[in-house]
């Protein structure tokens, strides 16, 4: 169980971690003029699973064992006993916080390409996800069944680990499944699956002096939110269930 608050500047640095790559790599492929520009939705997966792999490394070696970067995540394992739900709140709050900081570096590092980009939509999704079609029921579901699959796996994996599995790869078998989320389940949706990682983009993009970004569609942004939480209460359901711990 984490005691205190010593896990919040890991989770808040982990967070930052996370989003400079995430958020990186959508604006790479994304923005006007990017050398990386249109290289498709395979680089996307693999640049998330990659920045979420550094986020965890990042958040263990600054204090914060879990290493979770994700309120959903953070939230599913409150159920076990974990953390408390004040020590859910605090943590979720800095990953949000740390989600904001992650994106605004992005904002700085691709400067001058947000002036050359017209689409204020392309823009916004260099921050936050949005569906693929605008159905927001099925938005919803598809995010409860992809962070369902997050939450189910790591637990799969690391409730009761099989084998000799060596320390120190936990966060490289956790980037191998988010790259294969977003391969599977990421087309409607864009895989959020992480509070965090929508709403504290999104809310970058409100504040920021972005040339040309148009609205940041609040909209939609509870099913980001909400949705991964549910996904990863019934993660715990079916794990619990199942006699995973």
């Known amino acids: 169980m984490v005691t205190g608050t010593e896990n919040l500047l890991g989770e808040f640095i982990g967070t930052t971690v996370l989003l400079v790559f995430g958020c990186g790599v959508c604006a790479n492929l994304t ?3 990017s050398k990386g520009q249109a290289s498709g939705w395979v680089n996307i997966a693999i640049g998330w699973g990659f920045a979420v792999t550094l ?3 990042t958040a ?3 204090g914060a064992p879990q290493g979770d970067l994700n309120p959903a995540v953070t939230f599913g394992k409150m159920l076990v006993g974990i ?6 709140l605090m943590t979720s709050l800095v990953q949000i916080l740390g989600g904001i900081l992650g994106a605004t570096i992005v904002w700085l590092a691709y400067l001058p390409h947000w002036a050359e980009t017209k689409d204020p939509a392309a823009k916004l999704g260099v921050f936050c996800t949005a569906p693929a079609i605008r159905n927001i029921p099925c938005a919803f579901l598809c ?5 369902f699959f997050l939450m189910f796996v790591i637990w799969m994996i690391f409730s009761k680990p099989v084998g000799n599995m060596v ?6 078998i956790v980037g191998v499944l988010i790259w294969a989320l977003g391969l599977s389940l990421g087309g409607p949706t864009g895989y959020a699956m992480n509070p965090a990682r929508d709403l504290g983009p999104r809310i970058a993009h409100a504040i920021l002096p972005i040339a040309g970004k148009g ?3 609040w909209g939609y942004a509870l099913v980001p939110i909400v949705a991964p939480l549910c996904g990863a209460g019934l993660a715990y359901v079916v794990a619990t269930a ?3 711990f």
């Open 31 to 33: 923005l006007e003029k």
């Open 55 to 57: 986020g965890v490394f």
């Open 60 to 62: 263990t070696t600054l």
């Open 83 to 88: 953390y408390t739900f004040p020590q859910f």
């Open 143 to 147: 995010e409860l069944i992809a962070t």
């Open 167 to 172: 320390p120190g790869y936990g966060p490289y």
């Open 215 to 217: 609205g940041s569609d």
């Open 242 to 244: 199942l006699g995973a």
